[in-house]
């Protein structure tokens, strides 16, 4: 019951599905025709995406030269618009993110599918899941109540308001991804591979650690890349509790100070700008910049997972 | 036996982390139901904020959030139920259903705020609906498909194609094949799929940003075409723009915007739960 969450296989495929042969209809022929429409809906949606995206971004390649773009000062009011300062926060929170969540993540992923028992795992399973249904504005919002406070007193900063705080906050958002991805990987690892180690006299921990992870590596790279995905395209919480400052950090320990993300630049400022102005276009290049980085990161984690699904099919045939 | 020590320190270890994990979610629920509860009657439900929005109610902003939520719903599910139907259904294994399959992964990547700058571009400037319920339904919508798409093909899918075969061979169309065996069998795990998409939906801010929510407003909308109030929206709002605000109306909109959030996922769990234990293949 507990593991029959996935299809077991991949459902062969319909090319030659029943009722093909049969044209039905006039009302068959539209409804078939609507659906496939529906279909493609998709696709033309990602394009009209993009092409608005350029649309109002463009303009602002043309109106700021590059070299102005690549500064590193951000302070649209007297026309500066270096983004330097935004990627490197958005860069800084997201792999910060991304170190602390995936560990986390394989961890927990090994307590809920290997480690306790079906009945206890079917409650943490939908408790994860919960985590993931939180708006982002709530956690933010408990973050600069419960978090922000701790932190400015154990790192004795002025706000508490840090690129920490962030990484924090949204390396624990990104769990229930990398959770969820890493338990279903751990769980396709077939039953005999456990047996062998157990049968060679290996512990539970050993099979574990040496067998059962290592076979679901590319499961637990899509995971990573699923959840930078998520990531970096965290608005609200990191909005709320990293300060907004736009700097370029010039060493490690400026993880401590404030920082501002190319995400939350857009949320604060977007609402603010006059429409057609340069600040304007050029939050839509910010936002453009965005749509490239997770269409280019979703498309190498579709990569890993399509090559996964033909290796898996070769080993069982 | 070091081996053993090794595993039981290894797991100590897991079990910890996973508990690091784990009990904040619950951590998180508990505070703000606590903090938030005192904050809760019938006037905060039902009466306009008043006093710079510093006492009253949330009125305005729960209906607003209603109205996005059902605006979503009327985009997405007809688009999404479409979509996974045909590509379970239909779609053959050839380059255009491959394209869909990259479009719908990158759809599900796409960061909210980008969302929201998509359709301040084409719905409030570019087709002139301005800051209203329909330019936010419809980005919330668009938002909203890959996760309906997503879970729905799957609940098509389970379904064991001996059905179709069987409703085939008394001479049903394709259509009524999926109509009449394919779709009752697949609902429940259709609304599950329905209801998680449009619950991510209901807690968005940053798509409505700057394509549907408003500061403040004296009274509810009255159109589709005007702007609103939203839970997501106000609980930022409150929290970070307005100096001085009563600690208690704050924890009691997360309260409220939680409740609505949590109890639409827990009806989709339940929901799932419920019929998996009736399901018969």
Sequence with gaps: MAHSDQPLSPTPQLSAAPGSGKRGTLAETLISRAIQVTGISTVVLVLLIFVFLIREGLPAFVQVPLADLLSARWYP???????????????????????IALPLGVATAIFIAEIVPDWVRDILKPMVEILAGIPSVVIGFVGMLVIVPLFRVAFDTPTGLTAFTGIVLLAWMALPTVVSVVEDVL????????????ALGMTRWQTIAKIVVPAGKSGILTALMLGVGRAIGETMTVMMVTGNAPRIPSGPLDIFRPARTMTATIA?????????????????AVGLTLFVITFAINLAAAAVVFRRTKRAERMLS | MSRQLSQRIAFTLITLVAGLVILPIMAIIVYIAIEGLGAISWSFLTEMPRDGMKAGGLLPAIVGTLALTIGTAIVAVPIGMGGAIYLSEYAKDNASTRAIRIAIINLAGIPSVVYGLFGLGLFVIFLNFGTSIVAGSLTLGIMTLPVIISTAEEALRAVPQSFRLVSTSLGGTRWQTIRRVVLPQALPGIITGIILGIERAAGETAPILFTAAAFFLPQLPNSVFDQTMALPYHLFVISTQVPGMPLQIQYGTALVLLTFVLSLNIIATLIRRHYRQKRVW
């Design chain 1, 77 to 99: 009011i007297e026309d500066y618009f270096g983004l330097l300062p935004l990627i490197a926060g958005s860069l800084i929170i997201t792999v910060g993110a991304a170190v």
């Design chain 1, 187 to 198: 769980d396709t690892v077939p039953r005999t591979y456990r047996d062998a180690g157990l």
């Design chain 1, 268 to 284: 604060a400022e977007m609402g603010e700008v006059a429409q057609g102005s340069t600040h304007y276009h050029v939050l839509f």
